[in-house]
């Protein structure tokens, strides 16, 4: 197997990332077809506060449509990067490694982020079939990202 240095790792990764990103995407829009309901704009409220908070800047509501494009893609998209130099580093199985990497991407925002925020309850208020759905998310984002990556590792 050949060595792939870290900025390597970092460039396959956000690739992989943006891919990964892009399955959960497709995925849940088909869900929210299915139920009949709208797309989420918790990443919209995310990039909200912290341009309101942070940068000390105002955003417009009407606004909420693309920030929530854009804070769901640089978000998936980054975290290819961590799973780029950890792949890197462990050469896991993909499956298996992007199953326990969409996991711990979708632990990190529900255990930990978004409650934080304010903006959802912690995992063990959700109803079991929202639970569900939300890991199932993150899985299928996981696994494209692990895909991904290993095509672009060849």
Same mark, same amino acid.
Not at 2 to 31: D, E, F, I, S, W
Not at 64 to 88: D, E, F, K, R
């Given at each position: @197997? /050949?060595?792939?240095?870290? =900025?390597?790792?970092? +460039?396959?990764? =956000? !690739? /992989?990332?943006?891919? +990964? $990103?892009?399955? @959960? $995407?497709?995925? &849940?829009?088909?869900?929210?077809?299915?139920?009949? &309901? &709208? !797309?989420? $704009? $918790?990443?919209a409220e995310v990039a909200k506060r912290i341009i309101r908070g942070v940068l000390e800047r105002e955003i417009s509501d009407d606004k909420t449509s693309t920030l929530n494009n854009a804070m769901h893609v640089a978000y998936g998209t980054s975290w290819g990067a961590v799973y780029g130099l950890t792949q890197s580093t462990v050469h896991a199985s993909p499956v298996r490694h992007g199953a326990a990497f969409g996991t711990g991407v979708w632990a990190a925002a529900s255990f930990v982020e978004l409650p934080a925020m304010q903006l959802a309850p912690p995992p063990w208020e959700y109803p079991p079939l929202e639970l569900a759905l939300d890991i199932s998310y993150h899985l299928v984002y996981g696994v494209g990202v692990a895909a991904a990556y290993a095509l672009l590792d060849r």
């Amino acid at each position: @197997m /050949a060595q792939t240095t870290p =900025l390597a790792a970092v +460039g396959k990764g =956000l !690739a /992989a990332g943006a891919v +990964g $990103t892009a399955a @959960m $995407t497709a995925y &849940q829009t088909v869900v929210a077809k299915i139920r009949d &309901q &709208q !797309a989420s $704009t $918790t990443p919209a409220e995310v990039a909200k506060r912290i341009i309101r908070g942070v940068l000390e800047r105002e955003i417009s509501d009407d606004k909420t449509s693309t920030l929530n494009n854009a804070m769901h893609v640089a978000y998936g998209t980054s975290w290819g990067a961590v799973y780029g130099l950890t792949q890197s580093t462990v050469h896991a199985s993909p499956v298996r490694h992007g199953a326990a990497f969409g996991t711990g991407v979708w632990a990190a925002a529900s255990f930990v982020e978004l409650p934080a925020m304010q903006l959802a309850p912690p995992p063990w208020e959700y109803p079991p079939l929202e639970l569900a759905l939300d890991i199932s998310y993150h899985l299928v984002y996981g696994v494209g990202v692990a895909a991904a990556y290993a095509l672009l590792d060849r």
